[in-house]
Every structure is written in structure tokens, then in C-alpha cells.
């Protein structure tokens, strides 16, 4: 898969993910079955919710700098270092939504674990291996 493919792909799924935390926070998604079923209330919902939408967005705008679709760009350096940071907290996350609470959230494993492998073709777009 072509670096740019990878970049765009993860881009939607970021946007379907950022719907996907707007449904929680409107309540058309049940926050129990979110978090690994751990949250207690709605200001804790609120919270992570809230965190959670602003760290995709970080995440997508890394991207398009990564992909040069906006002028605006930190150094290549500190892009690639922030995307092995990522690459990690999804590998942690796959791990972790493989014990969650809930089958709903355990099934985010999947996602996770796409995620992590998108952002490991970016960061390493000619290894042979992926192929």
C-alpha cells in the first residue's frame, strides 16, 4: 500500500471515530458500553470523551502534515516521533481492548490494531515485509 493510501485511509477512519465519540457524548451511543464499560457518570463520559476527540484531532492533523496536505508543518523530526508515539498507545490500546469489559469495546481491538499497522506503513513506507 502507497504511503498517501495509508495516510488517507486513516484519516476516515479518524473521522469515523471522531462520530463515533460525538454519538457518546450526544447519547445516541450508550456511554456504558464505551471505556471499557468503566465509566461511573456523565461528567467522567464528558471528560474522556472530550480528550479522546482532541487526541484524533492531533492525530489527524500530524497526518495531513506528514502527507503535506496543509502548509503548516512541524519539523519532520518531531512528526515522525509523535507517530511512534501513537504507534505504541495503539499497540497498548489493541491490548488493552482485548480485556475490556464489554464485547463492544473488546471488538475496537480490530481497529486499534488497524490503526497501529497504518501508522507503522507511514512511518516505514518501503519495508518489503508489509507487502
Do not use: C
Request: proline letters at 2%; glycine letters at 4%.
Amino acid at each position: 500500500m502507497q504511503f498517501k493510501t495509508s495516510i488517507n485511509i486513516l484519516l476516515g477512519l479518524l473521522v469515523a471515530v471522531i462520530l463515533f465519540h460525538i454519538a457518546v457524548i450526544a447519547k445516541a451511543i450508550p456511554y456504558k458500553i464505551a471505556w471499557g464499560g468503566r465509566l461511573e457518570n456523565d461528567q467522567e463520559m464528558y471528560v474522556f470523551e472530550a480528550i479522546s476527540i482532541l487526541i484524533n484531532l492531533f492525530l489527524g492533523l500530524v497526518l495531513l502534515m506528514k502527507a503535506s496536505y496543509i502548509k503548516f508543518r512541524f519539523k519532520k523530526k518531531a512528526i515522525d516521533v509523535i507517530l511512534w508515539i501513537f504507534l505504541a498507545l495503539f499497540v497498548l490500546n489493541t491490548v488493552g481492548n482485548l480485556f475490556a469489559k464489554t464485547n463492544f469495546e473488546q471488538s475496537f481491538a480490530v481497529l486499534t490494531f488497524v490503526f497501529a499497522v497504518l501508522i507503522l506503513m507511514i512511518l516505514k513506507p518501503r519495508q518489503s515485509w508489509l507487502h
